[in-house]
């Protein structure tokens, strides 16, 4: 994903490789993607933050700008 794009819940916003497995990072809310906080081919550890999602409706989402226009 990038910075911008709108997930829904259950969306892949990462994947993670170890020992030629992937696993896939799913989202637990719907939102857009505020941030992503590590680099491409970056190693991450367990608790690591690799991606902010912005729930929908909250402030600075799409959806909550175009209701206030």
Known sequence: ???GDVVEVGDTVAMIEAMKMESRISSPIAGVV?????????????????????????????ESNEADS
């Not at 992503?36 to 600075?60: C, H, K, M, N, Y």
Request: aromatic share 0%; charged share 15%; no cysteine.
């Open 1 to 3: 994903v990038a910075v």
């Open 34 to 62: 505020d941030r992503i906080a590590v680099e491409a081919s970056a190693q991450v550890a367990p608790g690591d933050l690799i991606v902010v999602v912005r729930a929908a409706g909250t402030a600075g989402s799409p």
